[in-house]
């Protein structure tokens, strides 16, 4: 996976360990939409990693029509 990031200038993913994982080794910029229903919220947990680290933008599902990840980066 570490191959296709480098040739996104943004990737819109969900905020698995995994993901958020390659995402930082890469330093791909990304939107990250966290799986509500993760147990114990850890995926937003994840997110929030990157996003106070400035490397995302942590996006609530419920916040994520298309305009508003337009409006993103």
């Known amino acids: 996976m570490p191959a296709a990031y480098a040739w ?15 995402l930082a080794a890469t330093g791909t910029a990304s939107i990250l939409i ?5 147990i114990d919220d850890h995926q937003t947990q994840n997110a929030r990693v990157l996003a106070n680290a ?3 933008v ?5 916040e994520a029509a298309p305009e508003r990840l337009a409006g993103c980066w």
């Open 8 to 22: 996104a200038d943004v990737v819109i993913a969900r905020a698995g360990a995994l993901t958020v994982s390659e």
């Open 34 to 38: 966290p799986l509500p229903h993760a």
């Open 54 to 56: 400035g490397a995302a």
């Open 58 to 62: 942590l996006l609530p599902q419920s």
